[in-house]
């Protein structure tokens, strides 16, 4: 009985190993996997309706983005302004976060305390940049929101380093720099 077994072990151990050689290759499972046919990059064979198949469907919103419907010229300026409000409620606003936020992206020009007096200013390699009290300049909550989402003059848009949330604490932010320094 036991020389039967060993025998029995021996025989599957043999037919184990000789399924196996080495110049032969091994069978593919679903051989398409892993040799793909080669396309001509925008060619008809990629995509046999066209080249629209990846354009976005017309009036679609990418995800995450919401659109300004205030215009990039100087009557949307005006317009934002005169009319646009922060949706912000007073629980919704964090001074210490739009502080965070304005030092990291607007203090180094403007200044820390609103002053236009930045690190940028001092050392001279932007002028011009005035402070959130000087006369005849009306600062508020919309044009503030409306140059940070376009940017105006030499300062640049802001839109994709800050979201629409973030932005609005900026523009709190900003509003009460403004009041402290009327003060």
Same mark, same amino acid.
């Given at each position: ?80 302004? #005169? ?6 409620? =007073? @629980? ?5 976060? %739009? $502080?965070?936020?304005?030092?990291? !992206? ?28 000087? #006369? ?6 919309? =044009? @503030? ?5 376009? %940017? $105006?003059?030499?300062?640049?848009? !802001? ?25």
């Amino acid at each position: 009985m036991k020389g039967l077994i060993k025998i029995l072990v021996l025989a599957v151990v043999l037919i184990a190993v000789s399924c196996k050689k080495d110049t032969a290759p091994n069978y593919q499972f679903m051989p398409n996997m892993y040799q793909s046919e080669g396309y001509e990059t925008y060619g008809e064979a990629a995509f046999p309706n066209g080249i629209e198949a990846q354009l976005p469907a017309q009036g679609s919103v990418a995800r995450g983005y919401i659109p300004f419907d205030i215009e990039n010229t100087t009557e949307g300026y005006e317009l934002a302004k #005169a009319t646009l409000m922060s949706p912000l409620d =007073s @629980t919704q606003v964090n001074l210490e976060r %739009g $502080k965070k936020l304005y030092d990291i !992206y607007c203090g180094i020009c403007h200044g820390n305390k609103g002053d236009g007096q930045g690190k940028l200013v001092k050392r001279e390699k932007i002028l011009g940049i005035p402070s959130y009290d000087d #006369a005849g300049r009306a600062i508020t909550a919309g =044009s @503030t929101y409306h140059t940070i989402y376009y %940017g $105006k003059n030499a300062m640049g848009s !802001y839109a994709n380093q800050l979201n629409e949330e973030e932005r609005w604490q900026v523009v709190s932010y900003v509003l009460k720099l403004k009041a402290d320094l009327e003060k």
